[in-house]
């Protein structure tokens, strides 16, 4: 068997070398957050959600909802739908100091992926902006919104677009910088760092964060005026994920990251409570949705595992179309 030269050698090295390197590369971008997460500044909560899959099973672009008057001459003057025309976005949360002011309790930053019509979207931007900046080679427009707020937005791309309505430009600029930096898988904000490692693969929605944003009020968390009982700064992750196995079902998983496991004992026991007092109020019988929403219903199970309590449900694909078809 002929020997192999040091050159060669030497060679076939660098070869495996950067098999591996890119090997090692493909896997972290496999892992990392979506590119619209990324891109996202610093926030209290992130929530993300990827409409492409959720489109074709469901097909809900066919039934657009009726658009307000003012969003009808947003759709005519750019020819933006979104439910035909968004793809993916990600939207972090801001806490603001001042509750009553004019961003409420929770501002935000969002980055959408789609499909825009870029002259079109411009030439509105123009015609509605009341100041524009340039930032780090990209126009900023400040669009006024309603109650004496304002919307930056900043297109990035044929197919990205972000938009942030804080009170000041920091968080739309930090998401300009982001892009320009590649949004490398390593990068991100706190929020993605600390929690998005258990965020189940392929969800098609999660968020991540405060469980207070943007429901808290008081120290409370409370959904449709019903206090729910879990603590406004209490960590928590969400997602949902489509089963080809259970015939298109929904998987819905909640976890409440408490301090303590007494904390964790109490929020179970709460939450088993309403959970089985939901189940009572709901008769028994009725069509076909009425007894896919009871099997909703019924599959929800709360577990407490030390200091994280766990709620996990299966929404029926029965429920899902019902839904879909009512739009």
Same mark, same amino acid.
């Given at each position: %068997?002929?020997?192999?030269?040091?050159?060669?050698?030497?060679?076939?090295?660098?070869?495996?070398?950067?098999?591996?390197?890119?090997?090692?590369?493909?896997?972290?971008?496999?892992?990392?957050?979506?590119?619209?997460?990324?891109?996202?500044?610093?926030?209290?909560?992130?929530?993300?959600?990827?409409?492409?899959?959720?489109?074709?099973? *469901?097909?809900?672009? #066919?039934?657009?909802? #009726?658009?307000?008057?003012?969003?009808?001459?947003?759709?005519?003057?750019?020819?933006?739908?979104?439910?035909?025309?968004?793809?993916? %976005?990600?939207?972090?949360?801001?806490?603001?100091?001042?509750?009553?002011?004019?961003?409420?309790?929770?501002?935000?930053?969002?980055?959408?992926?789609?499909?825009?019509?870029?002259?079109?979207?411009?030439?509105?931007?123009?015609?509605?902006?009341?100041?524009?900046?340039?930032?780090?080679?990209?126009?900023?427009?400040?669009?006024?919104?309603?109650?004496?707020?304002?919307?930056?937005?900043?297109? /990035?791309?044929?197919?990205?677009?972000?938009?942030?309505?804080?009170?000041?430009?920091?968080?739309?600029?930090?998401?300009?910088?982001?892009?320009?930096?590649?949004?490398?898988?390593?990068?991100?904000?706190?929020?993605?760092?600390?929690?998005?490692?258990?965020?189940?693969?392929?969800?098609?929605?999660?968020?991540?964060?405060?469980?207070?944003?943007?429901?808290?009020?008081?120290?409370?968390?409370?959904?449709?005026?019903?206090? /729910?009982?879990?603590?406004?700064? *209490?960590?928590?992750?969400?997602?949902?994920?489509?089963?080809?196995?259970?015939?298109?079902?929904?998987?819905?998983?909640? #976890?409440? /990251?408490?301090?303590?496991?007494?904390?964790?004992?109490?929020?179970?026991?709460?939450?088993?409570?309403?959970?089985?007092?939901?189940?009572?109020?709901?008769?028994?019988?009725?069509?076909?949705?009425?007894?896919?929403?009871?099997?909703?219903?019924?599959?929800?199970?709360?577990?407490?595992?030390?200091?994280?309590? #766990?709620?996990?449900?299966?929404?029926?694909?029965?429920?899902?179309?019902?839904?879909?078809?009512?739009?």
């Amino acid at each position: %068997m002929p020997r192999l030269s040091r050159r060669t050698l030497y060679s076939l090295l660098v070869v495996c070398a950067l098999v591996i390197a890119l090997a090692v590369l493909l896997v972290l971008r496999f892992h990392a957050p979506p590119e619209v997460a990324r891109l996202l500044p610093e926030s209290d909560a992130i929530v993300y959600a990827n409409l492409k899959p959720v489109r074709a099973a *469901t097909h809900f672009d #066919e039934k657009p909802v #009726e658009p307000a008057p003012e969003y009808a001459r947003f759709l005519d003057a750019t020819g933006f739908r979104w439910e035909r025309d968004l793809d993916r %976005m990600a939207v972090a949360l801001h806490r603001m100091p001042d509750p009553k002011g004019p961003n409420g309790p929770v501002a935000y930053t969002a980055v959408a992926e789609g499909r825009f019509d870029a002259p079109r979207l411009t030439k509105w931007l123009q015609a509605n902006s009341t100041a524009q900046e340039s930032y780090a080679g990209h126009t900023v427009f400040t669009v006024p919104a309603e109650e004496g707020r304002v919307l930056r937005v900043a297109p /990035l791309g044929f197919d990205l677009m972000a938009a942030s309505n804080m009170p000041t430009p920091e968080q739309i600029h930090s998401v300009l910088d982001r892009h320009g930096a590649g949004a490398s898988p390593f990068s991100g904000s706190s929020v993605l760092d600390a929690h998005y490692r258990d965020v189940p693969y392929f969800a098609l929605a999660w968020g991540i964060g405060h469980i207070g944003l943007p429901f808290s009020e008081n120290g409370r968390v409370q959904v449709f005026g019903v206090s /729910l009982p879990l603590a406004e700064d *209490t960590d928590f992750i969400a997602s949902v994920t489509y089963r080809v196995r259970d015939g298109g079902a929904i998987h819905l998983k909640v #976890e409440d /990251l408490t301090p303590a496991e007494d904390d964790a004992a109490k929020t179970t026991t709460n939450l088993v409570t309403i959970t089985n007092l939901v189940r009572g109020f709901l008769p028994r019988g009725g069509t076909e949705n009425d007894q896919a929403l009871h099997r909703a219903v019924d599959s929800v199970v709360v577990a407490q595992h030390k200091t994280r309590v #766990e709620l996990t449900a299966t929404i029926p694909p029965e429920l899902l179309r019902a839904t879909a078809a009512s739009k």
